[in-house]
């Protein structure tokens, strides 16, 4: 039998939303009460949709993976499933020596499966070609036990395909440098496919290809707040605070704990989860996990900032024909990357304007931070004038500062989460999931959801059931 259990969660972004509602949603006889902390004064976290150019654009996270069964099973349960919309099939380009060079289709995380093309697209010189086609005869070499993303992929494809293509894709996704991150933290997929193999190539080439049951990532006509709003709704049940900051978590003798809020309340629960940035997490488990927290203050985390930009059709000279484009970070410029949002999504076409979303920041690069806005729209802006051809300054920006956002999975990152799983153990029922552990994306987030409420419904069936007191006190 279960006797209600108090759930309260810390934080108030997908992850703590997601895991509130499988908790809710559970198909156990007794669901736990759960008590959702948002230190901020809205809920969502990184998800955020502005209005630009009387358009719904995310400043956060705009598409979603669905690959993922949670994902479908949670977009299905919110009737969001039919809802949500694919991206133009047209592609992306590179920004690259000196023009929009267009990417080449079917890569995986930005390795190629077919060389040519990147010839053709004028990606990379004939030697650079020459070179990446070497690796179908280069020897096998041996890796370190948690190789670099670089460490893995630049031996075998060359300096040119692995500095404009991989590093832009993988870093892209991550912020992040690919000479620092973890292959088998960062890219998995990447990692399992390639580890043992020797060519690159010869092994994308052959492996096995599921084929495509629609768009891999979508992106939801209204923004991602509606996920954020039905969410939210769904969550009814559950007592969902903002603007209530955890500000510590303690023992009490029975096993349960204290959580202080910064009003100075305490809430006393069975179960608390952790969904806040790891560097927080490590604050609230200080006194309680020192070395669990030692670990979780050594995930680092990168600063970047979204701009929106829009313009009138007729001040940009170039067609905006595809999605939009990636920057190698070799290239050195100020941008990471621009979606062309009223070309990539078929909810934000417009008649006569376009509306661009550019990142900025990434592991390494940090001179946003410096920067007003008033600065940073006029380095994208400069930049756009070369990329695309824009002419007058935009009519109508939107800024979305995110620092110490995007956490990196760098190398001892699969060391650092077993030390903080296993140090978790001296105090069952405190849970920590989110982005900076095992998915950076929105559908990781929600994949961990859905197995961090399965072990905290777990324990509590497990203490329940184990004890045989339990039902005759
Ligand atoms: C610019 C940008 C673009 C992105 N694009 C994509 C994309 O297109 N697709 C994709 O899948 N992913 C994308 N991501 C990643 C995605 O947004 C994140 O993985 C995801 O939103 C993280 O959710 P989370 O709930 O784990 O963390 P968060 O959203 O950071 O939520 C944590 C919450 O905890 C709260 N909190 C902190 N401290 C406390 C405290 N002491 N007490 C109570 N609450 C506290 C915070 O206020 C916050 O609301 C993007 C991220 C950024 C920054």
Not at 5 to 30: C, E, K, M, P
Not at 38 to 64: C, H, Q
Not at 308 to 335: A, E, H, I
Not at 449 to 458: C, G, K, N, Q
Request: aromatic fraction near 4%; charge should be negative.
């Amino acid at each position: 039998m279960r006797s209600t259990q108090h759930v309260v969660v810390v934080g108030g972004g997908i992850s703590g939303l997601a895991t509130a509602y499988r908790l809710l949603h559970a198909a156990v006889d007794d669901a736990p009460r759960v008590t959702l902390l948002e230190a901020g004064p809205r809920l969502g976290g990184k998800i955020a949709t502005a209005t630009v150019a009387g358009l719904p654009v995310d400043t956060g996270p705009d598409s979603l993976l669905v690959r993922m069964p949670a994902v479908r099973t949670l977009l299905d349960e919110l009737g969001l499933a039919d809802q949500v919309e694919g991206p133009s099939p047209a592609g992306a380009y590179v920004w690259t020596r000196g023009a929009l060079r267009p990417l080449p289709p079917a890569s995986l995380f930005g390795v190629p499966e077919k060389l040519l093309p990147l010839l053709t697209s004028g990606l990379v010189t004939p030697l650079g070609l020459l070179r990446a086609g070497a690796d179908i005869v280069l020897p096998r070499r041996e890796l370190p036990a948690d190789p670099t993303i670089a460490e893995l992929l630049r031996y075998r494809l060359g300096d040119q395909v692995f500095d404009r293509l991989v590093d832009p894709m993988l870093g892209g996704v991550h912020a992040g440098r690919a000479d620092r991150l973890s292959a088998r933290s960062a890219v998995p997929e990447v990692m399992s496919l390639l580890e043992g193999a020797r060519s690159v190539y010869l092994t994308m080439r052959r492996r096995e290809k599921k084929p495509a049951n629609g768009p891999a990532l979508v992106s939801l006509p209204g923004g991602m707040s509606r996920l954020l709003d039905a969410l939210v709704a769904a969550c009814a049940d559950a007592d969902l605070r903002t603007g209530s900051a955890v500000t510590s978590i303690r023992r009490d003798d029975d096993g349960r704990y204290d959580v202080t809020l910064d009003d100075g309340s305490v809430l006393s629960a069975d179960d608390v989860i952790i969904t806040t940035p790891a560097y927080t997490a490590a604050t609230l488990l200080a006194d309680l996990a020192p070395t669990a927290a030692l670990a979780l203050a050594s995930i680092e985390y990168v600063d970047v900032a979204t701009v929106m930009l829009s313009y009138r059709k007729d001040q940009v000279r170039r067609s905006l024909d595809r999605t939009g484009f990636l920057v190698p970070p070799v290239d050195g410029r100020f941008l990471v990357g621009c979606s062309w949002l009223t070309s990539k999504w078929g909810h934000l076409a417009h008649d006569t304007r376009v509306v661009i979303r550019a990142m900025v920041g990434r592991d390494g690069d940090r001179r946003w931070l410096a920067m007003t806005d008033d600065e940073m729209v006029s380095a994208i802006h400069t930049e756009l004038v070369s990329a695309i051809g824009a002419a007058d300054a935009p009519s109508e920006v939107h800024v979305q500062r995110w620092p110490a956002a995007m956490p990196q999975y760098t190398v001892g990152h699969a060391d650092r989460l077993a030390t903080i799983d296993s140090a978790l153990t001296a105090i069952p029922g405190i849970h920590l999931t989110g982005a900076a552990y095992r998915g950076v994306g929105l559908a990781g987030c929600i994949s961990q959801a859905a197995r961090t409420a399965t072990a905290v419904l777990d324990r509590h069936d497990s203490t329940t059931h184990d004890d045989p007191f339990v039902t005759a006190r």
